[in-house]
T-cell receptor, first 112, second 114 residues
Framework: KAGVTQTPRYLIKTRGQQVTLSCSPISGHRSVSWYQQTPGQGLQFLFE???????NKGNFPGRFSGRQFSNSRSEMNVSTLELGDSALYLCASSQGGSGPQHFGDGTRLSIL | AQSVTQLDSQVPVFEEAPVELRCNYSSSVSVYLFWYVQYPNQGLQLLLKYLSGSTLVKGINGFEAEFNKSQTSFHLRKPSVHISDTAEYFCAVTLPSGYSTLTFGKGTMLLVSP
C-alpha cells in the first residue's frame, strides 16, 4: 500500500510570493491533517480536512489555507510569504476518528 | 487544552545500552498517546500508540512504552539501542473525540554512539 505522498519535496520562494503544496493520502484514508515543523516552535497543527470539509484549524493567520478534493487529496496554500514561513510542512492521513496518523516525508519550504 | 512535555532535548547513549525517553502530558480529560520517530530528511513514523487497555504497549523496532495515569506519563524505553536508532523522537496526544489533531512535545534527540 502506497504511503502518504507530498510534492514537491523542496521549494524555494521569495517574500511576497504564494505557494501551493500537495498531499496524496493513503488509499482509503479520508482525513488529512497539515503540520508545520520549525526548529523554534516544533510541530504545530495547521488544519484538518475530512470528506472535503475543514474540521479543525490551528492558530495560524489567514494567509494559510487549504482544501480537500473528492478523492481525499489535499492542497495547502500560503499567500504573501514571509521569512518566518520557512519550515518543513508535513501532511498526515488517517481513516478519521482518533486512529493513528501516517505522515509523508514533507515539503521543505525555504523563503529568501 | 492538552500539552506534552518531553523533559530531555537530547539523550546521549552508547550502543547496546538501555534507554528511556521521558514524556509527561497534561489534560483534564482522557487522551490517546503516541510516540513517533523522525529520521533526518524524513517525515514521522509511528512507533507505538496507547488507546486503552494494557498500560504496557509494545511497538516497532523493539521499543515499548508504559502509560501511567497517576503520573500522567508515557515514557518510551528500549533495552538495547543500536546506532540506527539515532533519530528524533516525539511524544504526542490527541483526544478520543473523533478529530485527528495531534499535540506534540518538543522532541528528544537520541544520539547513539559506538
Amino acid at each position: 500500500k502506497a504511503g502518504v505522498t507530498q510534492t514537491p519535496r523542496y521549494l524555494i520562494k521569495t517574500r511576497g510570493q504564494q505557494v501551493t503544496l500537495s498531499c496524496s493520502p493513503i488509499s482509503g484514508h479520508r482525513s488529512v491533517s497539515w503540520y508545520q515543523q520549525t526548529p523554534g516552535q516544533g510541530l504545530q497543527f495547521l488544519f484538518e480536512y475530512f470528506s472535503e470539509t475543514q474540521r479543525n484549524k490551528g492558530n495560524f493567520p489567514g494567509r494559510f489555507s487549504g482544501r480537500q478534493f473528492s478523492n481525499s487529496r489535499s492542497e495547502m496554500n500560503v499567500s504573501t510569504l514571509e521569512l518566518g514561513d520557512s519550515a518543513l510542512y508535513l501532511c498526515a492521513s488517517s481513516q478519521g476518528g482518533s486512529g493513528p496518523q501516517h505522515f509523508g516525508d514533507g515539503t521543505r519550504l525555504s523563503i529568501l | 487544552a492538552q500539552s506534552v512535555t518531553q523533559l530531555d532535548s537530547q539523550v546521549p547513549v552508547f550502543e547496546e545500552a538501555p534507554v528511556e525517553l521521558r514524556c509527561n502530558y497534561s489534560s483534564s480529560v482522557s487522551v490517546y498517546l503516541f510516540w513517533y520517530v523522525q529520521y533526518p530528511n524524513q517525515g514521522l513514523q509511528l512507533l507505538l500508540k496507547y488507546l486503552s487497555g494494557s498500560t504496557l504497549v509494545k511497538g516497532i523496532n523493539g521499543f515499548e512504552a508504559e502509560f501511567n495515569k497517576s503520573q500522567t506519563s508515557f515514557h518510551l524505553r528500549k533495552p538495547s539501542v543500536h546506532i540506527s536508532d539515532t533519530a528524533e523522537y516525539f511524544c504526542a496526544v490527541t483526544l478520543p473525540s473523533g478529530y485527528s489533531t495531534l499535540t506534540f512535545g518538543k522532541g528528544t534527540m537520541l544520539l547513539v554512539s559506538p
